[in-house]
T-cell receptor, first 115, second 115 residues
Framework: KAGVTQTPRYLIKTRGQQVTLSCSPISGHRSVSWYQQTPGQGLQFLFEYFSETQRNKGNFPGRFSGRQFSNSRSEMNVSTLELGDSALYLC??????????????FGPGTRLLVL | AQKITQTQPGMFVQEKEAVTLDCTYDTSDPSYGLFWYKQPSSGEMIFLIYQGSYDQQNATEGRYSLNFQQARKSANLVISASQLGDSAMYFCAMREGGRDDKIIFGKGTRLHILP
């Protein structure tokens, strides 16, 4: 079974631009979560989607948004990029069975550099 | 208050020795799950082991075992017979019961295996 895939793997943008990252979960997983990882702040939760609905959200500004499609693939968007948005963005998917969430499995991440 | 504490920023261990990575957690929820992830330099988060708060026995997965001491709120990872490929960043994480699917991560421990 294929793992979580993320595209693109690397991205360079300039301040003020916007970016869209994509995540395809493991087949059958309907929950997709996004995390930001930086050397200073570590791993921080961005948001979680389940069945096309945002179910949970971390403490990030409104410039960070996401969505999930009917096939469970998810995208996150960051508008008006700032230098501090440079980070590794990790996507994770999990199986939810009868309301019980299983382990989150992570993708390889997208490294975003904002110049 | 920090919910996941990893007190060892870095560790150096001789190959083939066993190593224990410390993790303490804080929660008032009786239902929670504890995870360990490995992150090599490539960036991907690799799931290693899971322990549920109601699990009677300590979790084991191959060379990985989790020393779960609920009264002390500790969930140390033990790697037996360490290998050079074990060199990586290791994160302890917790998911509390309830609707939230976000996982809270510790700051991590960088493990170096010496030949």
């Amino acid at each position: 079974k294929a793992g979580v895939t993320q595209t693109p793997r690397y991205l360079i943008k300039t301040r003020g631009q916007q970016v869209t990252l994509s995540c395809s979960p493991i087949s059958g997983h309907r929950s997709v979560s996004w995390y930001q990882q930086t050397p200073g702040q570590g791993l921080q939760f961005l948001f979680e989607y389940f069945s096309e609905t945002q179910r949970n959200k971390g403490n990030f500004p409104g410039r960070f948004s996401g969505r999930q499609f009917s096939n469970s693939r998810s995208e996150m968007n960051v508008s008006t990029l700032e230098l501090g948005d440079s980070a590794l963005y990790l996507c994770a998917s999990s199986l939810e069975f009868q309301g019980v969430r299983e382990t989150q499995y992570f993708g390889p991440g997208t490294r975003l550099l904002v110049l | 208050a920090q919910k996941i504490t990893q007190t060892q920023p870095g560790m150096f261990v001789q190959e083939k020795e066993a190593v224990t990575l410390d993790c303490t957690y804080d929660t008032s929820d009786p239902s929670y799950g504890l995870f360990w992830y490995k992150q090599p330099s490539s960036g991907e988060m690799i799931f290693l082991i899971y322990q549920g708060s109601y699990d009677q026995q300590n979790a084991t997965e191959g060379r990985y075992s989790l020393n779960f001491q609920q009264a002390r709120k500790s969930a140390n990872l033990v790697i037996s017979a360490s290998q050079l490929g074990d060199s990586a960043m290791y994160f302890c994480a917790m998911r509390e019961g309830g609707r939230d699917d976000k996982i809270i991560f510790g700051k991590g421990t960088r493990l170096h295996i010496l030949p």
